[in-house]
């Protein structure tokens, strides 16, 4: 797979949803493990709001896990009952930068639940495409991206759009998502477009050592994904070396 300089990625992620939640209290020797790791910390917390046939209203906010975060809130870890996440945001610096950082944090995680587990492992990553374009003119999406938007004036401008298709891969459990779409302009002269990709398997060992062997087949799906919906005019832009 080709690598690139101006990689567009704005926001990289592995994350691991379990089948059946866990305890919070199960979880407190991980969220101090990992809190001498990252500089910050905060809680991530849910409210349950309650409207009585009175009309009167009640909530209840109630914690759900905890976020980790480096100095500049790059690297960021999400510990909920119901798995663990791993991101980073641009600049992005390699695949080996992030997976370093989910095996370091996941042997953690996987400490004190004991035995096999069961859930979705994922790999999802974001790219802002910044397009060159000029005021007003239309922009030919179909130059750019392989998933595109038929009009039937072929001259017509948009504003926004938004799609996604969910398809499944070669191997049992494996589904791809794709979002893409506009996306608000960074760059003077430019559309900004989003293209995301998801890729996931259901009913994994989460816990187990196959797990590494999984999280590189997510990947090389992911690479392949990207490397087919985008054009080899959009390529040009991320500068190939």
């Known amino acids: ?3 690139y300089r101006k990689p567009p990625i704005t926001e990289a992620v592995i994350g691991i949803q379990l089948a059946e939640n866990v305890e919070l209290e199960r979880l407190e020797k991980v969220s101090e493990r990992l809190g001498k790791l990252y500089a910050r910390q905060q809680p991530l917390l849910t409210a349950k709001l309650t409207v009585m046939p009175d009309g009167k209203t009640s909530s209840v906010v109630q914690k759900v896990g905890t976020q980790f975060m480096s100095e500049d ?3 960021i870890t999400f510990l909920k009952s119901d798995g ?6 641009a600049p992005y610096l390699g695949w080996g930068s992030l997976e370093e950082r989910f095996l370091r944090d996941w042997k953690i995680w996987k400490k004190p639940l004991r035995g096999s587990r069961s859930g979705r492992l994922g790999v999802r990553y974001i790219n802002r495409i910044d397009v060159p374009c000029s005021l007003g003119a239309p922009v030919k999406i179909e130059e750019y991206f392989r998933c595109s938007i038929e009009t039937p ?3 017509m401008n948009f504003l926004d759009y ?8 070669t191997r049992d459990g494996v589904i791809l998502i794709v979002n893409s779409g506009t996306a608000p302009e960074q760059i003077i002269d430019h ?3 989003v293209l995301d990709i998801d890729v996931g398997h259901d009913h994994v060992d989460v ?4 797990l590494v062997g999984e999280i590189a087949m997510l990947r090389n799906e992911k690479n392949m994904a990207f490397e087919t919906y985008v054009t080899a005019t959009a390529k040009e832009l991320f500068e190939a070396l």
């Open 153 to 155: 004036d072929p001259e």
């Open 191 to 193: 559309c900004s477009f």
């Open 162 to 169: 938004h799609f996604r298709f969910v398809t499944p891969l």
């Open 73 to 75: 809130g790059a690297d």
């Open 1 to 3: 797979m080709p690598t």
């Open 207 to 210: 816990t187990g050592d196959a």
């Open 84 to 89: 663990i996440v791993i991101s980073r945001l």
